[in-house]
T-cell receptor, first 116, second 110 residues
Framework: GAGVSQSPRYKVAKRGQDVALRCDPI?????LFWYQQALGQGPEFLTYFQNEAQLDKSGLPSDRFFAERPEGSVSTLKIQRTQQEDSAVYLCASSHTTTGGWNEQFFGPGTRLTVL | QKEVEQNSGPLSVPEGAIASLNCTYSDRGSQSFFWYRQYSGKSPELIMSIYSNGDKEDGRFTAQLNKASQYVSLLIRDSQPSDSATYLCAVRDSNYQLIWGAGTKLIIKP
């Protein structure tokens, strides 16, 4: 595709509800990243995939957060039993390189999650 | 704790002047340095990347890197109102992780 796409763009959840956020990376991009961005802050790393392999999940804040990329393209970030502190913009980025996977990253529009 | 520091601003610059944005980082083993622009409510977009000491120019933008001082900057010449945004500095550290600053809000006054 032309760019990274994410859905939904906006999600309102009641506390305790489970949510699933989807990311479609740029076609052919090997590396995929999830970030959490709070208002007025830079993105905070959550997890990294190279193809279908989750190589780094050190940034996931709790075991309520789970990410997968089963076929090496589309990825889903799932948050179970959402809490108010989970409210943030969730950004997905992809990169075509595998050199550490950390070179130029292209971002999707993000999903703004609001937990009431 | 590896850190990337930026002045949060806002930095106010008259239209047509040079805007200077600064970033310092703590990990001496850092390899790559990136400047992203983020408009309000939008996702970050890559402006410049720099990998070696010195200056790198691209149009109105110049990135400057000084690894000895652990300092990277972005200069925007002939600032335009459309340059008003938050500028995020991102550093790839020795463990290949991308560490982000909190961003500097830039306002270009017509």
């Amino acid at each position: 595709g032309a760019g990274v796409s994410q859905s939904p763009r906006y999600k309102v959840a009641k506390r305790g509800q489970d949510v699933a956020l989807r990311c479609d990376p740029i076609s052919g991009h090997v590396s995929l990243f999830w970030y959490q961005q709070a208002l007025g802050q830079g993105p905070e790393f959550l997890t990294y995939f190279q193809n279908e392999a989750q190589l780094d999940k050190s940034g996931l804040p709790s075991d309520r957060f789970f990410a997968e990329r089963p076929e090496g393209s589309v990825s889903t970030l799932k948050i179970q039993r959402t809490q108010q502190e989970d409210s943030a913009v969730y950004l997905c980025a992809s990169s075509h390189t595998t050199t550490g996977g950390w070179n130029e990253q292209f971002f999707g529009p993000g999903t703004r999650l609001t937990v009431l | 704790q590896k850190e990337v520091e930026q002045n949060s601003g806002p930095l106010s610059v008259p239209e047509g002047a040079i805007a200077s944005l600064n970033c310092t980082y703590s990990d001496r083993g850092s390899q790559s340095f990136f400047w992203y622009r983020q408009y309000s409510g939008k996702s970050p977009e890559l402006i410049m990347s720099i990998y070696s000491n010195g200056d790198k120019e691209d149009g109105r933008f110049t990135a400057q890197l000084n690894k000895a001082s652990q300092y990277v900057s972005l200069l925007i010449r002939d600032s335009q109102p459309s340059d008003s945004a938050t500028y995020l500095c991102a550093v790839r550290d020795s463990n290949y992780q991308l560490i982000w600053g909190a961003g500097t809000k830039l306002i270009i006054k017509p």
